[in-house]
Nanobody, 119 residues
Framework: QVQLVESGGGLVQPGGSLRLPCVAS????????MGWYRQGPGKQREWVAS???????NYTDSVKGRFTISGDSARNTVYLQMNALKPEDTAVYYC?????????????WGQGTQVTVSS
C-alpha cells in the first residue's frame, strides 16, 4: 500500500505563489506516474499535472506556464510549484500515484490540501 501526504496549502493573494509537497511512503515500488488533481467549490475533480517515471510532464491548459510539477526521488516527494495564482485556482489539491503490480494499475490518493486564492 502507498500512502500519500500533501501539505503546503493555505491562503494566498492573487498573483502569489505556493509550493505543494506530496510525500510518498509504504510500498513505493513500480510507481509509474504521479500527479495532482484539484476540486474547486461546486466543481468536479479535474486533473492538473502529471509526472511519469521517465520524467515526462503534462499540464492541463489552464495552468500551463504557471504551475510546475517536479520530483525528488531521494525524498520520495513530488512537488507542485504554483505561481501567478488566480482566484479560480482555489480548490482542494490531491496528490495521486499510479502503481503497477502484476500487470494491474492501482490508483492511490492523498487526503488533499486546501488552496485558497483571495484578496
Amino acid at each position: 500500500q502507498v500512502q500519500l501526504v500533501e501539505s503546503g496549502g493555505g491562503l494566498v493573494q492573487p498573483g502569489g505563489s505556493l509550493r505543494l509537497p506530496c510525500v510518498a511512503s509504504g510500498y513505493i515500488f513500480n510507481i509509474k506516474l504521479m500527479g495532482w488533481y484539484r476540486q474547486g467549490p461546486g466543481k468536479q475533480r479535474e486533473w492538473v499535472a502529471s509526472l511519469s517515471d521517465g520524467g515526462s510532464t503534462n499540464y492541463t491548459d489552464s495552468v500551463k506556464g504557471r504551475f510546475t510539477i517536479s520530483g525528488d526521488s531521494a525524498r520520495n516527494t513530488v512537488y507542485l510549484q504554483m505561481n501567478a495564482l488566480k482566484p479560480e485556482d482555489t480548490a482542494v489539491y490531491y496528490c495521486t500515484a499510479i502503481q503497477r503490480t502484476r500487470g494491474i494499475n492501482y490508483d492511490h490518493w492523498g487526503q488533499g490540501t486546501q488552496v485558497t486564492v483571495s484578496s
